[in-house]
């Protein structure tokens, strides 16, 4: 979209992004300090990010009293990992509308620790089932995603995998890291496509509101605010960066169009088979990520969270209040280009 650095194919753009039917020239280019942010593509030009989730644990029984002695229970200490792959291929750009994108998974890999003090291994996790497959997106040119349908079918598929087959114990769902892979794709150009009136541009120092997932080593479907702030623009040989910051808390709901990959009922085996009614009581942190303008593609980005969840048990102990804090970090890195 950058690509016909005219004023004419500036203004169409933003009558495209403003929904306007108006004719060319009734739309002005942003004022002077406003800047312009819209997900570019080129055609035959291929972007792959690396995508990494770890997360530390701590699982704490809550046992005091007299149910400590008898337990001997002890906070616990784990750590999660995901490292993936994926290459982003325009098959029909459309500068002015919907691009078409074929998303290839190419890797994944897992780590997960067993015990306190052990190091990670290979997990046998659902998710790396996707290794290998593709799925298409609608893209604006404000980076919102018209069509969900093939990545929300992905996720179900791994969904899936997830439980025990052939179990007389009814549905048992394995550890996974869907949430994972969903927080970095569901939500690749949220910060650019949550920006209300896109058309105007942005300004330095100028906020806007999102919602973000929470990616948890248990089952939580839950979300979190995100507010967002143009901090600087950086002069770069790669070209304009614009610097957004990100704050992050916890959101009252989540919004109901969101993926599930589970569905029905089940129990859950792992660290937290005995947990249940997990509940956020804290959850804060902040992100960068840095945003090329000339370009229209997201360089890197960097989200950091502490989040303190109570749980209850599945067979209630008195004296124990189970608790539970996740120290997770999310990037995403373009390689290359």
Known sequence: MKT??????VVC???ALAGCNGKVGTIQPPGPGKELLT????????LRYKFVSTRKIIRDWGATGEAAEKSGAKPDTFHDSMEMIVAYQPVEV????????????????????QDTGQRPKNSKDAIKTLAGKSYTLNVQPNGSIEDYSELDRLIKQ?????????????????PDMIGDFVAGQWFLWDSISSIEKPAKGLSVGQTWPSKLSVPAPFVMLKARNVDYTLAEIRQTE????????GSYSPA???PKDWPVPYTGSFQTSGRFGLFRRFKILQLKGSGTE???????RVEQSTQNYRMEVSASLLFPLPGTNPHVTVDQKLTMQLLGG
């Open 290 to 296: 840095l945003f090329n303008i000339d370009k229209g």
């Open 39 to 46: 997900v570019d593509f080129q055609q035959d030009q291929v």
């Open 94 to 113: 459309n500068p002015y509308g919907l691009t078409k994108v074929k998303v290839t998974i190419e890797s994944i890999e897992v780590k997960r620790s």
């Open 238 to 245: 790669k070209g304009r960066l614009a610097v957004i910051k």
């Open 158 to 174: 791994a969904g899936e995998k997830a439980f025990r087959r052939n179990s007389r114990q009814g549905r048992i769902k394995e």
């Open 4 to 9: 016909t650095p005219t004023i004419i194919a």
């Open 252 to 254: 009252d709901a989540r």
């Open 13 to 15: 753009l933003l009558t």
